[in-house]
């Protein structure tokens, strides 16, 4: 009973599954003493300098009291500084983010290549187009209740 309850619970396989990457992806930024989320923020502050907060969370999919906390993290390690203009924030990188730049693309370059060697690379990006799509689909539904 558990067993096929497990099997068809797509709550638990997908956290069972988050936590296994989240694992291999944390292996691959320690060398940088970096997390895996704060990583992804600065790839979007190299990409996009002067982003502000709220793009950064819409971009991210995460909330802005998260992006909050990510940006005051980066802020101490002197990876992003912040520019304020009367109520407008912008997020910058710093020199010693940028000289970090290529160092966090290697480390999940070779996140991706652990994960396809695993997976395959064709299944592993139909299930992150799946994943997507399911998150665009309850974002959707999310934003048309009350």
Do not use: W
């Not at 304020?84 to 020199?95: D, M, N, Q």
């Amino acid at each position: 009973m558990t067993d096929q309850f497990f099997t068809g619970c797509l709550f638990f396989n997908i956290n069972a599954f988050s936590r296994q990457m989240t694992k291999m992806a944390e292996a691959h930024f320690k060398p940088l003493n970096l997390s895996p989320a704060h990583a992804s923020l600065l790839l979007v502050v190299f990409h996009r300098p002067g982003i502000s907060p709220k793009e950064l969370s819409k971009e991210l999919r995460l909330t802005p009291s998260t992006i909050t906390r990510f940006v005051d993290s980066l802020c101490v390690k002197d990876m992003v500084e912040r520019e304020s203009r009367g109520k407008t924030t912008k997020i910058f990188p710093t020199k010693k983010s940028l000289e970090l730049k290529a160092s966090i693309a290697g480390a999940y370059k070779g996140f991706y290549l652990d994960y396809t060697k695993i997976l395959g690379t064709q299944f592993a990006l139909n299930l992150s187009q799946e994943i997507a799509r399911a998150g665009e689909q309850m974002d959707a539904s999310n934003q048309k209740k009350p």
